[in-house]
């Protein structure tokens, strides 16, 4: 894969930004007792496309929401282009945009309304070139047709077209996305992995997807982190997860099922 560029391009303006970086400074949180990330250390590079993976409960959506403020360390950092992700001015000097694994789109209000909302929301412009910049988004997507559709008329993949279309919307130097092909056949989970690497090819937009989609980890990830049971248990080139060492690892990715020796039998009670 070529090497992360160091700029981020508005892809409304084409007017160049310095791409971020983030840092995960021996990260743990605790709910209560529960310790769920144990002393996590990674850092994500300017431009590039980190997938994080782990198994449900691994603690993948609490570390992204550590990453955009909504979630406090209960021990070490974590930054966004060097500046600690805690702070509500951080989020002033860096634009980043989450797409929810569910979308979180309203549905009362069209697609149209749906992604003029933030602009609208932050006088950023008047109602013509926020009507550019909602267009040219939905034409990325190619959703042109979908503006004046209510978010209960669309499918499923063309409902997280319309978050990403959103997210874009914002301009983001940061974009991360949680589970964005759960619940979605394995054509259009592809066409969504296309999506999000064609957009950080475009737009050199630094991108965090937390999923456990292992097509998409191999196919589009510049580098990969696996958590489980809250620690980091893999880093590295997505080529390393071929043949993985670790045999976690290997069951993870590749689980076998075995009629002799069922899983369900050895579940936790
Ligand atoms: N606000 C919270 N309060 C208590 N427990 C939480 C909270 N958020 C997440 N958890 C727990 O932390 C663990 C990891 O959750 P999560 O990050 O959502 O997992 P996943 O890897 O599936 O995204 C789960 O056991 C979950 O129940
Ligand atoms: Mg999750």
Redesign the pocket.
């Known amino acids: 894969m070529a090497t992360a560029p160091d700029v981020t391009r508005n892809p409304f303006t084409q007017t160049e930004s310095p791409a971020v970086g983030v840092t995960i400074e021996n990260l743990s949180k605790s709910?209560?007792t529960?310790e769920?990330l144990k002393d996590i250390s990674f850092a994500v590079k300017p431009g590039e496309i980190f997938v994080l993976m782990?198994?449900?409960?691994?603690?993948?959506?609490?570390?992204l929401k550590h990453i955009v403020g909504l979630e406090m360390p209960t021990a070490g950092k974590v930054t966004v282009d060097r500046r600690d992700a805690a702070a509500e001015e951080t989020r002033e000097h860096v634009r980043m945009a989450l797409v929810f694994q569910a979308g979180a789109l309203f549905n009362s209000i069209s697609v149209y309304d749906n992604l003029a909302l933030y602009p609208r929301e932050h006088r950023i412009g008047n109602e013509a070139s926020i009507r550019e910049k909602v267009m040219h988004a939905l034409q990325i997507l190619s959703l042109e047709n979908a503006a004046q559709k209510f978010p209960s008329e669309l499918s499923g993949g063309m409902k997280k077209r319309v978050a990403i279309a959103r997210a874009l919307v914002m301009e983001p130097q940061l974009m991360l996305y949680d589970e964005p092909t759960s619940e979605l056949d394995p054509v259009m989970g592809a066409t969504i992995s296309e999506i999000i690497a064609t957009l950080k090819d475009q737009y050199h937009v630094t991108t965090i997807v937390?999923s456990h989609d292992r097509d998409l980890a191999l196919n589009i990830a510049d580098r990969v982190g696996i958590?489980m049971g809250g620690r980091l248990v893999f880093l590295g080139p997505p080529s390393e997860l071929h043949e993985p060492k670790d045999p976690k690892v290997a069951d993870f990715l590749h689980p076998k099922i075995d009629l002799q020796n069922p899983r369900f039998k050895q579940l936790e009670t």
């Open positions: 709910f209560g529960f769920v782990g198994p449900s409960g691994s603690g993948k959506s609490v570390l937390v958590l």
